[in-house]
């Protein structure tokens, strides 16, 4: 990660001669084949993110006789209308699960990558190899098991609920960050605030956590995307008065009966997926940033 | 005194949410299951045990055998697609290309998006009639056929493709990681040395990038493994029970069919390949920790 920036630079095109200072690239039947490669690639990735826009604009009696990839002749905003009311409030409970269940994780894992880069209690690293080991595991294996702890506590299908199972499996990818992150600070800066008589609160408060920014926003990009985006937990432990919008989309589009307005269900799913597409296309390098650091575990 | 006594006390106070964590929810929960795995539990646990009885009606079970079947075609299938693809994305965008900031926002978007929204986006696209078959219809193919989603033996191949469009950005984002970590001498040594690019990148850039390769190998194994939303939000398992995966299998048991011990049974058996894929990770993990200090 910390040496990315000095590898701005690409390998020069392996089949041109290199000319190091001013290369003028010559049209070679290899350059012109890169560009249909990655054009065509591009084509496959955009033609979902165009066909569910233009389907979202189209009143039905032009969906039901047109062609999925023309343009609205008639544009509408009827379906965002429709949409909106039939998922808004999947969008407020949504807002008001992640924002708990980012900034609680997030904060917990702070205190686990600190005391575990610098305090190092005995068994704490293994503890943290299970953590790291049970973020690979299926959720269907832990699952029951926690809605009968919760039932049993009382807990079960709430708000309180939700944003704690999201804490459980939110836990190993935070603990994770920060812990790498803490790893690359000089150990000295903590001999020193040690040596100044700092406590474990007050080292964490006031030296580490003040220069944590940078992870503490790839956190938030991470935790805000997964939790936004999953289905299985809010689905089972949400209860119906918080079911996040993706459980509240799903079920709008698949169990309703009666014809399909896919020009709605397409205005509904674009709202959905609209908060993590927002942070991806804002955030840019960020978003990246946090996968490979999520990606390379330990 | 006490002050002192505090400050050693902190660490293990503040560890103790990962501690509960750790110990109840996931291994509590894991051990939970294997033990519920053995016994006749229907809607509720119970203490009745039964040996691997549980485990002999799951795999008596047809639509657990067809699951496993799926899983296994799907997962191959989606493994080596978006590695394939994932790599040629990444190879292609490191030629020095213009545009590559707007490439890889393209190619990486989609992972940005729920497999609910993958799954509905793709249904609709699929949809035989209405999606690319009709519009391909009226380009004037008046011939051609594009009914997988509802075709009993081709239906895994759409969740394929939705899935492989959600997630091969992210391959590609880790490879050119991993691209740019390589020394450009290696790329003029071989073209001194009159080897083709593609030889180049099969045979010396590819073995260079194997740690990126495990990655993202770990990485798509856990997503085959917990496959579950996309199905759910595309085919709901269907047409029949054609695109059953194991963990639709187990969430229905678990919720909709009150069969605790058969769905126990069925996530045991899932842990099974993520703990034999993580059991040779851990190991490398650990010689490497020994190898390297205390600070790996």
Redesign the interface.
């Given at each position: 990660m910390s040496?990315?920036s000095l590898?701005?630079?690409?390998?020069?095109?392996?089949?041109t001669n290199?000319a190091p200072l001013k290369r003028r690239r010559r049209v070679t039947p290899?350059r012109l084949g890169?560009?249909a490669?990655?054009f065509s690639?591009?084509l496959?990735?955009?033609?979902?993110?165009y066909?569910?826009i233009i389907?979202s604009f189209k009143p039905m009696p032009e969906?039901?006789s047109?062609?999925?990839?023309?343009l609205p002749a008639m544009a509408t905003l009827d379906p965002w209308r429709q949409a909106w009311g039939a998922v808004s409030q999947g969008f407020w409970n949504s807002v008001a699960i992640a924002v708990p269940s980012t900034v609680i994780p997030i904060l917990?894992g702070a205190?686990?990558g600190?005391?575990?880069s610098f305090?190092?209690?005995r068994g704490?690293n293994v503890?943290?190899?299970?953590?790291l080991?049970?973020a690979?595991?299926?959720?269907?294996?832990?699952?029951?098991?926690?809605v009968?702890?919760m039932a049993r506590a009382g807990v079960f299908g709430s708000l309180p609920a939700i944003v704690l199972v999201h804490?459980?499996f939110g836990?190993p990818l935070m603990?994770l960050l920060f812990r790498n992150y803490y790893?690359s600070v000089p150990h000295e800066l903590f001999q020193a605030a040690r040596i100044d008589g700092g406590?474990?609160?007050r080292i964490f408060l006031q030296v580490m956590l003040p220069m944590s920014l940078p992870i503490v926003v790839v956190a938030a990009i991470m935790q805000v995307?997964g939790v936004?985006?999953?289905?299985?937990l809010g689905l089972?432990f949400a209860g119906r008065e918080n079911l996040p919008m993706?459980v509240q989309?799903?079920n709008v589009?698949?169990t309703t009966t009666g014809t399909r307005l896919?020009n709605v269900?397409?205005a509904a799913?674009i709202l959905?997926?609209a908060v993590?597409?927002a942070?991806?296309?804002i955030s840019?390098r960020w978003?990246?940033r946090g996968?490979?650091a999520g990606?390379?575990?330990? | 005194m006490l002050?002192r006594r505090?400050?050693k006390l902190?660490?293990?106070v503040?560890?103790l949410?990962?501690?509960l964590?750790?110990l109840?929810?996931?291994?509590?929960?894991?051990l939970?299951?294997l033990r519920?795995s053995f016994t006749a539990a229907r809607t509720f646990?119970s203490d009745k045990f039964i040996g691997v009885a549980q485990y002999v009606r799951l795999f008596d079970n047809e639509r657990w055998l067809l699951s496993l079947h799926n899983l296994a075609v799907y997962g191959a299938l989606f493994i080596i697609a978006c590695m394939v693809?994932g790599f040629?994305?990444a190879v292609?965008?490191?030629?020095?290309?213009k545009g590559e900031g707007v490439?890889?926002?393209?190619?990486?978007?989609?992972?940005?998006?729920?497999?609910?929204?993958t799954g509905?986006?793709?249904q609709?696209?699929l949809a035989p009639g209405?999606?690319?078959e009709?519009?391909l219809r009226?380009?004037g193919f008046a011939g051609f056929s594009f009914d997988w989603i509802v075709h009993q033996d081709l239906v895994v191949y759409t969740v394929v493709i939705a899935t492989v469009?959600q997630a091969s950005?992210?391959v590609m984002?880790?490879m050119l990681?991993g691209?740019?970590?390589?020394d450009?001498e290696?790329?003029?040594a071989?073209?001194l040395d009159g080897i083709p690019?593609w030889r180049?990148y099969l045979q010396i850039v590819l073995p260079m990038l194997g740690p990126s390769v495990a990655?993202?190998f770990?990485?798509l194994t856990?997503a085959v493994?917990?496959l579950?939303?996309a199905v759910?939000?595309m085919t709901?398992g269907g047409p029949g029970i054609a695109s059953e995966v194991p963990?639709k299998f187990?969430?229905d048991h678990?919720?909709l069919r009150s069969n605790?011990g058969l769905?126990?049974a069925?996530?045991?058996t899932?842990?099974v390949p993520?703990l034999a894929?993580?059991a040779p990770y851990?190991y490398a993990?650990s010689r490497r920790a020994r190898a390297g200090g205390a600070?790996a």
């Open positions: 040496h990315h590898q701005a630079v690409a390998p020069p095109l392996p089949m290199a290899a890169v560009y490669f990655l690639a591009a496959f990735f955009l033609l979902p993110l066909v569910m389907t969906i039901r047109g062609n999925v990839f023309a917990l205190i686990n600190y005391a575990l305090w190092r209690p704490a503890l943290f190899g299970v953590l080991a049970g690979f595991i299926p959720v269907q294996v832990m699952i029951y098991p926690l009968w702890m804490v459980i836990m603990t790893a406590g474990f609160w995307t936004w985006n999953d289905y299985i089972v993706t989309l799903n589009i698949n896919y269900n397409m799913t959905t997926a993590p597409l942070i991806y296309f840019g978003f990246v996968i490979a990606a390379v575990k330990g | 002050a505090l400050v902190s660490p293990h503040a560890l949410p990962m501690a964590t750790v109840l929810a996931y291994v509590g929960g894991a939970w299951t519920t646990p693809l040629l994305l292609f965008i490191d030629q020095n290309v490439l890889r926002t393209v190619f990486l978007y989609p992972y940005a998006m729920s497999f609910i929204a509905l986006v793709w609709w696209l209405s999606g690319i009709g519009a009226q380009m469009w950005g992210l984002a880790l990681a691209l740019r970590g390589i450009p290696i790329y003029k071989a073209r690019a180049t990655t993202v770990l990485l856990t493994v917990k579950y939303d759910v939000a709901q963990a187990i969430m678990l919720f605790i769905a126990s069925g996530a045991v899932l842990l993520v894929l993580l851990a993990r600070h």
